[in-house]
C-alpha cells in the first residue's frame, strides 16, 4: 500500500493535534525536509511524497478572473441586483 499512514485531515487528533494534517504537511513539503527525515518518513511511517497527481493545479491570473465572473453572474441571475 502507498500510502498506509495517510489520513484525512480532522481524522486523528491527539492532544489536540491533528495527526492527518501534519502527515500531510510533511508529503506536501517534502522536498523541505532533510534526507534522514525522509528516511524515517518513509522507512517507520511509511509516508511518501505527494505525487504530481495530487498537487493541485495552479491557476492562472485569466482563470480565476474567468471563475469569479462566471460566479458574479451567478449570483446576478439568481439575485437580480
Known sequence: ???ATRTLD???VVQG?????WVNAQRFG?????????????NTLKVTPVGEEE????RTQDTMWALNLAA????YAREGT
Do not use: Y
Open 55 to 58: 498537487r493541485p493545479v495552479k
Open 72 to 75: 458574479a453572474r451567478q449570483f
Open 30 to 42: 517534502w522536498e523541505q525536509l532533510l534526507p534522514v527525515q525522509q528516511w524515517i518518513l518513509e
Open 1 to 3: 500500500m502507498r500510502h
Open 10 to 12: 480532522g481524522d486523528v
Open 17 to 21: 493535534e491533528d495527526l492527518g494534517r
